[in-house]
C-alpha cells in the first residue's frame, strides 16, 4: 500500500508563493499518475493539478493555470505543486493523491487509489 505524506503547507500573504511536497513511501510511485487536490472548509474537495506517471502529460483547474506548477521527481518519489500568484481563495487543506498505472490524467477524485493526509495553505489577504 503506497503512503503519501504531504509537507510545505503554511501561511503565506496574498501574491505570495509557496511549494508543497508529497513523499511516497515506495519505488512504486513511477508507476502512480499523482494528482493534487484541496478541500476549503464548508466546500467540496476539489482538483488542482495532476501529473502522469511518465511526468509527460499535467492537467490544471482552470482557476489555478498559469499559477501553479505540478512536477515530479521519480528518484526521489516526491511530487510537487508550485504555487505562485496565491490569492486568499486558494487557502485550503491540499491533498496529494495517486492513481495506479492510469494512462490519462484524472480530475475526479474517486480515480485516485491512495491519499495523504492533507498540508494546510492559507493565504492572508
Known amino acids: 500500500q503506497l503512503q503519501l505524506v504531504e509537507s510545505g503547507g503554511g501561511l503565506v500573504q496574498a501574491g505570495g508563493s509557496l511549494k508543497v511536497s508529497c513523499a511516497a513511501s515506495d519505488r512504486t510511485f513511477n508507476y502512480y499518475t499523482m494528482g493534487w487536490f484541496r478541500q476549503a472548509p464548508g466546500k467540496e474537495r476539489e482538483f488542482v493539478a495532476a501529473?502522469?506517471?511518465?511526468?509527460?502529460?499535467?492537467n490544471y483547474a482552470d482557476s489555478v493555470k498559469g499559477r501553479f506548477t505540478i512536477s515530479r521527481d521519480n528518484a526521489k518519489k516526491t511530487v510537487y505543486l508550485e504555487m505562485n500568484s496565491l490569492k486568499p481563495e486558494d487557502t485550503a487543506l491540499y491533498y496529494c493523491a495517486a492513481d495506479y498505472f492510469s494512462d490519462y490524467v484524472s480530475t475526479r477524485s474517486a480515480e485516485y487509489d491512495y491519499w495523504g493526509q492533507g498540508t494546510q495553505v492559507t493565504v492572508s489577504s
Open positions: 501529473i502522469m506517471w511518465s511526468g509527460g502529460t499535467r
